[in-house]
């Protein structure tokens, strides 16, 4: 079954860390590039952060300002987002994407609440 499935979200006070997981199957992970995203209530869905391919470039939404690392591991087939200092803007449910040419393929989310 091809499908990405997100993990890692959660509770965490301002200021605090979490770092998100997607696991891939069904694809050949390491020839996708991998972005997360995430969606606010009542907001648009927004870039978070991109990876390629190879893992050798990355770019990040300015919102980011450093506080956010994206990484893979091809070999477990894993994206991975480090989250710190987070704050309750960033409140949101999070997203992975895989995309390669035309295909793309959305994870169902999950879900990071900032609140003290």
């Known amino acids: 079954q091809v499908q990405l499935v997100e993990s890692g979200g959660g509770l965490v006070q301002p200021g605090g860390s979490l770092t998100l997981s997607c696991l891939a199957s069904?694809?050949?992970?390491?020839?996708?590039?991998m972005r997360w995203y995430r969606q606010a209530p009542g907001k648009e869905r927004e870039f978070v952060a991109r990876?390629?391919?190879?893992?050798?470039?990355?770019n990040y939404a300015d919102f980011v300002k450093g506080r956010f690392t994206i990484s893979r591991d091809n070999a477990k087939k894993t994206t991975y987002l480090q989250m710190n200092n987070l704050t309750p803007e960033d409140t949101a449910v999070y997203y992975c994407?895989?995309?390669?040419?035309?295909?793309?393929?959305w994870g169902q989310g999950t879900q990071v609440s900032v609140s003290s």
């Open positions: 994407k895989a995309s390669r040419g035309g295909y793309t393929l």
């Open positions: 069904g694809l050949i992970f390491n020839q996708y590039d």
């Open positions: 990876i390629i391919s190879g893992g050798s470039s990355k």
